[in-house]
């Protein structure tokens, strides 16, 4: 009896329905929270879940920073598909020369103060910027293929929210690490799922 009434609700009120898959959707989240161990500054480490479903939000501005000869941030994270700009807020010429392992992806002069440059970046990666003018100028954008990523504090604790309930692979990446390390992490629905990652340097 119950099921006819929820098959003439469908019929009836499509849009409603919809909206009640939403929020039966929004519900169904939990959480990963953890720590990183064995590397320094851990404030580095980008934590992300693999394979949950999920869109990235558009309108965020992804923007890596040249200022006071440091690009900032040291690690900017962000989801496959983002655009970045880069800025050169310094009174001095830099330039963003992009790497993926030895190769060149782009290479940028930023002579004027104030001037921008975007790129979008399609593929998961990890992207090693320098400047040839500077250096001790080093920088990373981290692509990961996921909406859900995060970075760790100072200590080395993280938190992920929002993630839809499932098992996943989670990730921890850090520049200086040798490699990622990944775990499989059953995520609770309205629940904590915890992961404890030592990386080696
Ligand atoms: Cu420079």
Not at 6 to 35: C, H, K, Q
Not at 58 to 86: C, H, I, M, N, W
Not at 135 to 160: C, H, I, Q, R, S
């Amino acid at each position: 009896m119950k099921k006819q009434t929820v098959t003439a609700l469908v019929t009836m009120f499509p849009l409603l329905s919809a909206s009640m898959a939403l929020a039966a959707a929004v519900d169904v989240v939990g959480r990963v929270e953890g720590t990183i161990k064995g590397i320094s500054k851990r404030t580095a480490t980008v934590i992300y879940v693999e394979d949950a479903p999920g869109t990235i939000t558009p309108g965020t501005r992804y923007v890596l920073d040249q200022k006071d000869k440091t690009f900032s941030p040291f690690v900017l994270p962000v989801p496959v598909g983002a655009e970045v700009v880069f800025v050169n807020s310094d009174p001095i010429m830099h330039n963003v020369h992009s790497y993926n392992g030895k190769d060149t992806i782009f290479n940028w002069g930023m002579a004027i103060q104030g001037m921008e440059l975007k790129k979008t970046f399609e593929e998961p990666g990890d992207v090693l910027l320098l400047c040839d003018v500077h250096p001790e100028m080093e920088a990373w954008v981290k692509v990961v293929p996921t909406p859900y990523y995060t970075m760790a504090d100072e200590n080395g604790n993280f938190v992920l929210e929002g993630v839809p309930a499932g098992e996943y692979t989670v990730t921890a990446w850090h520049p200086r690490a040798k490699k990622p390390q990944s775990v499989t992490v059953s995520i609770p629905a309205n629940g904590v799922a915890k992961v404890d990652f030592k990386l080696k340097k």
